[in-house]
């Protein structure tokens, strides 16, 4: 078998250069076999046969920014622009309390309306009133002062995916106005905050090759973030990016292995991405590593609106059908669902 995989079992990191030559392996059946056995002994020695769920809010569909990859990007003209009022977002943590969710994720585009004391007023309603609960938010990047405003209202998490590494994919990525360095400072910035941080990126975003991907593992190993958010890039149809060919379920999966691998307690989601590329995507995402699923709380009238990528799945159905539907998928690859914030270990 091969040396940097035994390398990686042994010692949890490697260089740049080892981890690109383990990404080269990712067609390779006897390695993707060997690296999800490693995963999947990991995740069972921390976290047993359970699997943590975060509710998802998506509460606006407005953004400020432009990135080439997303449905909801500022100049989309095409899509209906929504956002949920307070009561409203209230009233999808209720619905999510009820089904046993104890971690609501605020997930939208950059929007304005929602300034620092509108965003402090919603943290600490939520807080308030599902004490027992863990916030989650993931609404990009804010200075210093708005996290930590946002920490003190009683946040406890927040996610921002790197999107890359590699500072010129993240320029063909993006506008002149949005910079790596930004991104990252942000992330460090959250992580001295005290804040339980999400690192990630797409598999498969255009122009991305393994060198990339082997930079953005030897950051995360840097970074050492308590959650990794990884997911297969999927075209939208209102993008530059229309044309292009969505990333591979298989290589997100072998990503997923060495990420657990790598950082044994994270908190690894098999994403939407995930089951949108493959109907059982997600409980494959389980069987490579990932302990988290994130089904959708948001208002089914509202859904179909904050679409980042064609095609997403679960748009249609109510918070209790997700639930049913998650905990037998949950079910059918050898685990359970569990009420529980889910904070990561150490
Ligand atoms: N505005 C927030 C939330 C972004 S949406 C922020 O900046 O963090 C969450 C994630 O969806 C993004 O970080 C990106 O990695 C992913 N995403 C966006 N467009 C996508 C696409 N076309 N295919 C797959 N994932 C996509």
Redesign the pocket.
């Known amino acids: 078998m091969m040396r940097v995989a035994d390398k990686l079992i042994e010692q949890h990191c490697l260089t740049k250069a080892e981890y690109l030559e383990l990404l080269k392996f990712w067609q390779d059946s006897d390695v993707a076999k060997r690296l999800s056995e490693e995963a999947v002994r990991l995740r069972k020695e921390y976290y047993g046969d359970k699997v943590f769920t975060r509710g998802l809010i998506e509460f606006t569909n407005y953004?400020r920014?432009n990135?080439y990859?997303?449905?909801?990007h500022r100049d989309n003209n095409n899509i209906t622009r929504y956002r949920l009022t307070c009561d409203e977002i209230m009233e999808c943590c209720r619905a999510g309390y009820e089904l046993g969710y104890r971690t609501f994720v605020l997930?939208?585009?950059?929007d304005p309306y929602y300034t620092d004391e509108k965003m402090c007023e919603i943290i600490r309603s939520i807080k308030k009133d599902f004490s027992d609960c863990a916030l989650t938010l993931?609404?990009?990047?804010k200075s210093y002062e708005s996290y930590r405003l946002f920490r003190e209202a009683g946040a406890d998490r927040y996610?921002?995916?790197h999107?890359t590494a590699d500072c010129s994919l993240y320029s063909s990525l993006h506008p002149d106005e949005m910079k790596l360095e930004t991104r990252i400072q942000c992330l460090y910035n959250l992580k001295s905050l005290g804040y339980q941080v999400g690192a990630?990126?797409?598999v498969g975003?255009p122009g991305q090759t393994l060198e990339h991907l082997a930079e953005d593992l030897a950051f995360l190993q840097e970074l050492r973030p308590q959650m990794v958010?990884i997911?297969?890039?999927?075209?939208?149809h209102d993008?530059i990016?229309a044309d292009e060919k969505?990333?591979s379920v298989e290589l997100t999966l072998f990503l997923l292995s060495i990420i657990r691998i790598m950082l044994p307690k994270v908190m690894l989601p098999a994403t939407t991405?995930l089951g949108t590329m493959d109907p059982l995507g997600r409980e494959k995402g389980l069987q490579y590593g990932a302990n988290v699923v994130m089904p959708n709380l948001s208002p089914v009238k509202n859904r179909k609106m904050y679409e980042?990528?064609?095609n997403k799945i679960c748009t249609g159905e109510e918070a209790a059908e997700c639930r049913g539907c998650l905990g037998r998928r949950v079910m059918s690859a050898g685990y359970r669902l569990v009420e529980e914030r889910g904070d990561a270990l150490e």
Request: aromatic share 14%; glycine share 22%.
């Open positions: 953004c920014n990135c990859y997303c449905g909801i997930q939208g585009g950059e993931s609404i990009g990047e996610l921002l995916r999107e990630g990126f797409m975003a958010g997911g297969p890039f999927i075209p939208h993008t990016y969505a990333g991405a980042l990528y064609d």
